[in-house]
T-cell receptor, first 112, second 113 residues
Framework: GDSVTQMEGPVTLSEEAFLTINCTYTATGYPSLFWYVQYPGEGLQLLLKATKADDKGSNKGFEATYRKETTSFHLEKGSVQVSDSAVYFCALSAQGAQKLVFGQGTRLTINP | ETGVTQSPTHLIKTRGQQVTLRCSSQSGHNTVSWYQQALGQGPQFIFQYYREEENGRGNFPPRFSGLQFPNYSSELNVNALELDDSALYLC????????????FGQGTRLTVV
């Protein structure tokens, strides 16, 4: 079945460092890909998405490119802030499917 | 425009009891999904409701059931609670047409003791 694998956390960085969180997926066809963020005590917020190969999703300085050849959707940010500290989830939605399939999440902590 | 709201925010139940969680979908959204998020894990799809009918289900036993009402709000019912049912339960709503974004509520934290 469909699945998403994220890099193991937790990840701890200093402010202004470069961030990469790896995400690879297994799915048939052409799924849509998402990154969600979860701040402490809150639900999930959509950070960015891409619906077809080579699309780049971007929001709040975060970017991810849909790479079908490597089945990847890595999240990047050039300069992280303390306020970026949260848990990040990679997810996919297969064509015609009702559900989102999530990775296990990566906890990110940014130190000042 | 109101977002997705869930109630209650926290709940403690005893093993074997039954629980009902509630979700009000975002204005204009006619599709509601429920997810279970165990501590330290990603959310797992429980089921989805559209036009008051269940139209998709994940790998959860029948003691997990739901309802959707004409105003698109929804309930998740869990019977015969087990300790492993302790989790954050998330509701998400979206519109059924097109590849629209799902908006999540803040969740209900259920603890089974």
């Amino acid at each position: 079945g469909d699945s998403v694998t994220q890099m193991e956390g937790p990840v701890t960085l200093s402010e202004e460092a470069f961030l990469t969180i790896n995400c690879t997926y297994t799915a048939t066809g052409y799924p849509s890909l998402f990154w969600y963020v979860q701040y402490p005590g809150e639900g999930l917020q959509l950070l960015l998405k891409a619906t077809k190969a080579d699309d780049k999703g971007s929001n709040k300085g975060f970017e991810a490119t849909y790479r079908k050849e490597t089945t990847s959707f890595h999240l990047e940010k050039g300069s992280v802030q303390v306020s970026d500290s949260a848990v990040y989830f990679c997810a996919l939605s297969a064509q015609g499917a009702q559900k989102l399939v999530f990775g296990q999440g990566t906890r990110l902590t940014i130190n000042p | 425009e109101t977002g997705v709201t869930q109630s209650p925010t926290h709940l403690i139940k005893t093993r074997g009891q039954q629980v009902t969680l509630r979700c009000s979908s975002q204005s204009g959204h006619n599709t509601v999904s429920w997810y279970q998020q165990a501590l330290g894990q990603g959310p797992q799809f429980i089921f989805q409701y559209y036009r008051e009918e269940e139209n998709g289900r994940g790998n959860f036993p029948p003691r997990f059931s739901g309802l959707q009402f004409p105003n698109y709000s929804s309930e998740l019912n869990v019977n015969a609670l087990e300790l492993d049912d302790s989790a954050l339960y998330l509701c998400a709503s979206r519109h059924s047409t097109g590849n629209t974004e799902a908006f999540f509520g803040q969740g209900t934290r259920l603890t089974v003791v």
